[in-house]
């Protein structure tokens, strides 16, 4: 979701490391992979995606949401993997 919504103003990045500095002296790393890169991009394309987001934003949400379960509300299939024990929806 992250993805898509910077996507509004620039298109998704490649993979890679970005460092968030949260104003207390700590840095987070955050990371994604190609397969969320591809879905920002795909979702993108979703004509209604904006209603389809607002919609479905308490689900989508949701860390007990499942990739299988989020894409169909995004008006997207379930056509890639994250690596093996990445959880991409979360």
Partial sequence: MALWIMGQVVPPEPPR?????????R???VNWGAAE??????LLAVPDARERVHAAWDKL?????????ALPLLGLKHTLDAPQGADPCR
């Fill in 17 to 25: 490391d970005f460092h968030v500095d949260d104003d207390h002296g």
């Fill in 37 to 42: 890169v591809a879905y920002a991009k795909a």
């Fill in 27 to 29: 840095r987070w790393l």
């Fill in 61 to 69: 949400v949701n860390p007990a949401t499942t990739i299988d379960q």
